[in-house]
């Protein structure tokens, strides 16, 4: 199906979206990146508004509708992930039997029309926008990160050098099972010899 890699990429974003929320503790639910400005997002209000703006574009836009409360009843980072992965996975399934006239057939996006595969395009993209919003939120908080895409400071530093992608948990199943128990995610090397950044200061 020629929009295969659309829903094989969603997949792989059900992951990435919960290996970041793994990566903070229960303590940080109500952390901003500064304490006294509310215009930036607390993690809790990330895990919201991903949930419910995930919900939203699909039901509306895409026609899948999985729940009728995209929120879990307790809010805390363990349900998030929970609730989130099981409502993911329903959306995945729904998109797995759809046929190439569904993605290119024109529909609402807010304003004006676009094919369903444009819509699923641009999900992903503002998912992975506020992803990268969490993972700054992450360094503000002083914490190692471990891979979303490729190597960060905490796995080795620049691709250039040879650094790993080392992911926290190689899968959802392993991820829910740990963050249940110790939490325990792969081992971080730190940067090592070489400087993490382009530009490192002098």
């Not at 901003?32 to 419910?52: A, T, W």
């Not at 699923?120 to 503000?140: A, E, N, V």
């Not at 740990?178 to 200061?201: H, I, V, W, Y």
Request: proline fraction near 6%; hydrophobic fraction near 30%; aromatic fraction near 10%.
């Amino acid at each position: 199906m020629r929009y295969q890699f659309l829903v094989d990429t969603y997949e792989t974003e059900i992951l990435k979206v919960v290996s970041v929320w793994a990566m903070f503790e229960d303590r940080d639910l109500p952390k901003r990146p500064h304490d006294s400005d509310k215009r930036g997002r607390s993690f809790q209000e990330h895990m919201v508004h991903q949930s419910v703006s995930e919900d939203f574009w699909f039901r509306t836009m895409l026609g899948i509708h999985v729940t009728d409360n995209p929120l879990p009843p307790k809010e805390t980072r363990l349900d998030f992930i929970k609730c989130y992965v099981d409502n993911a996975r329903r959306r995945h399934r729904i998109m797995s039997s759809k046929s190439e006239g569904w993605w290119e057939a024109t529909v609402d996006f807010f304003e004006v029309k676009r094919s369903r595969a444009w819509i699923m395009t641009r999900r992903l993209t503002h998912t992975s926008h506020h992803r990268g919003q969490q993972m700054t939120l992450l360094r503000m908080l002083n914490r190692d990160l471990h891979s979303n895409y490729g190597p960060t400071a905490d796995t080795g530093g620049l691709m250039q050098n040879h650094a790993p992608v080392i992911y926290a948990y190689p899968d959802l199943r392993t991820l829910i099972q740990e963050e249940l128990a110790d939490g325990r995610k792969s081992r971080l090397p730190g940067p090592g010899a070489t400087p993490p950044t382009e530009r490192p200061d002098r």
